[in-house]
């Protein structure tokens, strides 16, 4: 059975045998730093951006990095896909092994979001949650939809525009369920620990208070982005309302939860792919050879690193 530090995707440390001494060990800061490895050129279909950790092994931004950055303080690691202001729909690629991101295709083609008038590209720094999980047999008590299958989303408020692939501190202040396509798709309101600010944002009023027009932009966007691609706008739970802190963060213990049960193979993984080589007890983990090859496969025609 795992412990929740190997769950967590934990750098391998042995369990102890005093429960003390485990809660001491989920409850401290994660200090961790990761860098990217870009394979293949940007804006192409073989673009890929692959992870390390500060050991040099290779992780899934899904799987491996920690969904705690201070679980005692409710502090969350978030991957940032789509910096502010782009438009390239890039995502976490949650059926390929280690699952770089990548951008998406629709009809063959390398996916853009459009312009939402008079907004340029995303609003926000946007990404997901590691180890998280929307399951998509799971029908969600409150929206009446399954999940989309995917890791949940954020849309991080801070001032700072993150580079792609970016690792950042969250805190969790509100979510809004857009329901997209019958499926439940939480957007997670977040600010990044490391704006000036954020000591000032503790819940969804704040924002409201703090950044006037700021969640009506919010749902406006998600409301109207794929109207330019000839789709339906968009529909929402609780009639579009955002939901507090509070909610929030029991929304994203849950798929927690749910995610803790796909990578030990209690849930059935689908077209998902689990491997990971940070979490120890599960029976997708793989080594640190084996997910080199998954890279090295993979174009090297535009190769350079970035930390954080």
Known sequence: MMNQGQIQGSTGSTPTSSSTKKQTEQNKAVDMSFTIEERGKPNTLDYRVFFRNTEGKHVSPFHDIPIYADEAQNIFHAVVEVPRWTNAKMEIATKDPLNPLKQDIKKGNLRYVANVFPHKGYIWNYGAIPQTWEDPGHKDADTGCCGDNDPIDICDIGYKVC????????????????????????????????????????????????????????????????????????????????????????????????????????????????????????PFCCSTTDAKAVVDAVSSFHLFGLSY
């Open 163 to 282: 580079s792609r692939g970016e690792v950042i501190k969250v805190k969790v202040l509100g979510t809004l369920a857009l329901i997209d396509e019958g499926e439940t798709d939480w957007k997670v309101i977040v600010i990044n620990m490391e704006d000036p600010e954020a000591n000032n944002f503790n819940n969804i009023d704040d924002v409201r208070r703090l950044k006037p027009g700021y969640l009506e932009a919010t749902f406006e966007w998600f409301k109207k982005y794929k109207v330019p691609d000839g789709k339906p706008e968009n529909q929402f739970a609780f009639n579009g309302e955002f939901k507090d802190r509070d909610f929030a963060l029991k929304t994203v213990k849950e798929t927690h939860e749910f995610w803790k049960s796909l990578i030990s193979k209690k849930t059935n993984a689908g077209e998902l792919n689990c491997t990971n080589t940070c979490v120890t007890d599960s």
